[in-house]
């Protein structure tokens, strides 16, 4: 088995251990989407050109990682529906003014009940301990979140994305 292999092997149990992860109310709603191939280059080039056209930072920074990467899991929340609690995190007194607020579209989609959160939370802490579990070099990013919704791969909420890469040296954390 060659290591393009073993990363394959290793992203699909990312999404096994994000998908299996514990959610608020035993309800899932978290996404998980692998990507691989020629279209970890799209993506970093569209990462650059993001960064160009808004003036954010480091989108060229990370998306020359996602260029460099031997695959890409995808992990986010889609109609999320609140948990019904009340209990305000949201910034809502009630889930109901949540619910009946106008969707803000930026660069995500929200507001989100802060319960499916913390679900996508431990996802993410649960699919990068999977990582490391495999040795496996990752990294949670959001930058890329933005522009797979951005260019149309995902229709999610909110979505962040696992670059995997082995290598001789974690090129996710060794960064000019």
Same mark, same amino acid.
């Given at each position: 088995?060659?290591?393009?292999?073993?990363?394959?092997?290793?992203?699909?149990?990312?999404?096994?251990?994000?998908?299996?992860?514990?959610?608020?109310?035993?309800?899932?709603?978290?996404?998980?989407?692998?990507? =691989? =191939?020629?279209?970890?280059?799209?993506?970093?080039?569209?990462?650059?050109?993001?960064?160009?056209?808004?003036?954010?930072?480091?989108?060229? +920074?990370?998306?020359?990682?996602?260029?460099?990467?031997?695959?890409?899991?995808?992990?986010?929340?889609?109609?999320?529906?609140?948990? =019904?609690?009340?209990?305000?995190?949201?910034?809502?007194?009630?889930?109901?003014?949540?619910?009946?607020?106008?969707?803000?579209?930026?660069?995500?989609?929200?507001?989100?009940?802060?319960?499916?959160?913390?679900?996508?939370?431990?996802?993410?802490?649960?699919?990068?301990?999977?990582?490391?579990?495999?040795?496996?070099?990752?990294?949670?990013?959001? +930058?890329?979140?933005?522009?797979?919704?951005?260019?149309?791969?995902?229709?999610?909420?909110?979505?962040?994305?696992?670059?995997?890469?082995?290598? =001789?040296?974690?090129?996710?954390?060794?960064?000019?």
């Amino acid at each position: 088995m060659n290591e393009l292999n073993g990363v394959n092997l290793v992203a699909q149990l990312l999404a096994v251990s994000a998908v299996t992860a514990p959610k608020s109310q035993g309800v899932n709603y978290v996404q998980v989407k692998i990507i =691989g =191939g020629d279209d970890l280059n799209k993506i970093g080039e569209a990462m650059k050109a993001y960064g160009q056209k808004s003036g954010k930072g480091h989108f060229d +920074r990370d998306g020359e990682n996602i260029a460099n990467s031997d695959a890409l899991v995808l992990i986010g929340l889609k109609n999320a529906a609140p948990c =019904g609690l009340d209990c305000g995190a949201c910034g809502f007194i009630r889930c109901q003014d949540l619910i009946q607020k106008e969707p803000a579209e930026v660069e995500f989609r929200g507001p989100i009940c802060a319960y499916r959160l913390i679900d996508m939370g431990i996802a993410l802490g649960s699919a990068v301990k999977t990582a490391s579990l495999h040795n496996v070099d990752n990294r949670i990013m959001y +930058r890329v979140g933005v522009v797979v919704r951005e260019l149309g791969l995902v229709d999610w909420d909110l979505v962040l994305g696992i670059p995997l890469s082995v290598s =001789g040296k974690n090129p996710f954390f060794d960064r000019k």
